[in-house]
């Protein structure tokens, strides 16, 4: 081997290195450098997935109830501009995904966009289900504690014009009177946009091409007609609030269809566009490994704890 053989190998090294991010995962395309293809994406989430499937309990708690708050923004501003525009299409829902723009550049947990990156560590059978439970029921009792805290201080102070009060129970009631059915179709087809944005927010370069990702995305539930689940429990509680509306009825009539939909969209999208069009090699240097995944009893009743994510070497 000649000087100039060992430097290019020396080269393609150091390039290797420069070109995956600490976790293993690949920070730039390697066909071309600015686009990833569909594999690079998958172990992108997967990486991602297996920081949030690892995190503390209290770390995950106080983020979903930052994010749930932050859901507050949504509502305040979906009710406001609804009232100052009577329910006009797209400009009363023009600022609706300013609390989803929060969440997702800030790196808060909510139940519908963090939550979905560790269902492909399950699918590898790099954690357990139990695993992934734990991180659903934290994140989303955090949503819910975050935005009940958002709907009382929406109820009992002055932050709400006249309009907006009565537009924010107009917006309440429409979904409460939603038959169930419709409304977990309408959920479920959230659940596809919001895992969407999930994965294309992997493969995206820059905060400006975020921004318009999640701007766009969310902007399209309102105007579709459609629910996420942690603005529909602001709404419902809210509406119990300021009105003689049962909550305990609508989380069941109301909420139930809502969370359901959204969980079975968005992994649905994971599972079956997303995770059978990426390659069967794109962790086979892990699954040929005896410690690299769990066992189908690990698996199904594993500890909280899964183990972490190994990158091909």
Do not use: C
């Not at 139990?130 to 975050?146: D, E, Y």
């Amino acid at each position: 081997m000649d000087e100039d053989e060992r430097k290019e190998i020396k080269k393609r090294a150091v390039r290797a290195v420069v070109e995956k991010s600490e976790s293993g995962a690949p920070a730039v395309g390697s066909t071309v450098r600015d686009r990833f293809g569909t594999d690079e994406i998958y172990q992108r989430v997967v990486a991602y997935g297996d920081h949030e499937i690892a995190e503390g309990s209290r770390a995950l708690v106080f983020s979903g109830v930052a994010a749930g708050f932050a859901i507050t923004l949504t509502f305040l501003l979906y009710a406001s501009l609804h009232g100052a525009f009577d329910g006009a299409p797209v400009l009363s829902q023009l600022l609706y995904p300013l609390g989803f723009v929060y969440i997702i550049l800030g790196g808060y947990q909510l139940y519908t966009e963090n939550t979905l990156p560790p269902v492909t560590l399950v699918l590898e059978r790099l954690a357990s289900l139990p695993a992934l439970l734990r991180v659903f029921v934290l994140v989303l009792v955090g949503n819910f504690v975050g935005a009940g805290l958002g709907a009382v201080v929406l109820a009992y102070t002055g932050v709400f014009t006249p309009e907006a009060a009565d537009a924010a129970v107009f917006i309440g009631e429409t979904g409460v009177e939603t038959a169930w059915w419709d409304l977990f179709f309408k959920a479920l087809f959230a659940g596809l946009i919001v895992a969407g944005v999930v994965w294309m927010d992997f493969s995206a370069g820059d905060t400006v091409t975020r921004f318009l990702l999640i701007y766009m995305a969310f902007l399209a539930i309102p105007v579709a007609g459609l629910y996420h689940v942690v603005v529909s429990f602001t709404e419902l509680l809210y509406l119990g609030l300021v009105t003689d509306y049962s909550v305990a009825v609508g989380l069941w009539e109301f909420l139930t269809p809502v969370l359901l939909g959204n969980t079975l969209g968005g992994i649905l999208l994971v599972t079956v566009v997303n995770y059978f069009q990426t390659t069967e090699e794109r962790l086979e240097d892990i699954r040929e490994t005896d410690d690299g995944v769990l066992t189908w009893r690990e698996w199904l009743l594993g500890g909280f704890a899964g183990r972490s994510y190994l990158p091909p070497k």
